[in-house]
């Protein structure tokens, strides 16, 4: 366990429709990034919050937005789902500090279902 | 995109047997990591090797890393059944932010 939870752990969407996914990060952690993987391929980095902004984004469209509030935790937003979104999106956390070099500490995952 | 490739994709052996995956990278690391995942769930950190360091243990792991041809590999020694996941390599590319670019991947089966 590494105490990053996500929610909900599955979900089922139809295109066209937006979801919310939520995560809380580890106890002391600030910093929490965002990761889509597809089927069958690594993690892709949608984008990092750290102290409540976006401070990193991949190439993601604009309908994937984020928030992360006072207490660190995070929601991943997605607007306008498609068929290329079913997939496991993770959430990260990493400990609070300046650049400094330590792993990533990942949730179990949400999957979500495009229909 | 992905950052590289893992080699191989896939690989079945019999417990006690070692199990080497290697990785490629395309650009400059400041610290390259391993993770392991079950059955398409969460990811769990391995072992980060630092891209002046050449090679790191941890327990039954190993990790090598070759900066000049981009690569890097995890020996794990005497596999268990319970070694039997995805492994990803991932490294870290940008001081800015906490961003890891991850391989496609080795999936490991160990049969006991």
């Known amino acids: 366990e590494t105490g990053v939870t996500q929610s909900p752990t599955h979900l089922i969407k139809t295109r066209g429709q937006q979801v919310t996914l939520r995560c809380s990060s580890q106890s002391g952690h600030n910093t929490v990034s965002w990761y889509q993987q597809a089927l069958g391929q690594g993690p892709q980095f949608i984008f990092q919050y750290y102290r409540e902004e976006e401070n990193g984004r991949g190439n993601f469209p604009p309908r994937f937005s984020g928030l992360q509030f006072p207490n660190y935790s995070s929601e991943l937003n997605v607007n306008a789902l498609e068929l290329d979104d079913s997939a496991l999106y993770l959430c990260?956390?990493?400990?609070?500090?300046?650049?400094?070099?330590?792993?990533?500490?990942f949730g179990q995952g949400t999957r979500l279902t495009v229909v | 995109s992905q950052q590289g490739e893992e080699d191989p994709q896939a690989l079945s052996i019999q417990e006690g047997e070692n199990a080497t995956m290697n990785c490629s990278y395309k650009t400059s690391i400041n610290n390259l990591q391993w993770y392991r995942q079950n059955s398409g769930r969460g990811l769990v950190h391995l072992i980060l090797?630092?891209?002046?360091?050449r090679e790191k243990h941890s327990g039954r792991l190993r990790v090598t890393l070759d900066t000049s041809k981009k690569s890097s590999s995890l020996l794990i020694t005497a596999s268990r059944a319970a070694d039997t996941a995805s492994y990803f390599c991932?490294?870290?590319?940008?001081?800015?932010?906490?961003?890891?670019?991850f391989g496609t991947g080795t999936r490991l089966q160990v049969f006991p």
């Open positions: 991932a490294t870290d590319v940008d001081r800015n932010t906490d961003k890891l670019i």
């Open positions: 990260a956390s990493r400990p609070q500090g300046g650049r400094r070099i330590t792993e990533a500490f």
């Open positions: 090797i630092r891209s002046n360091e």
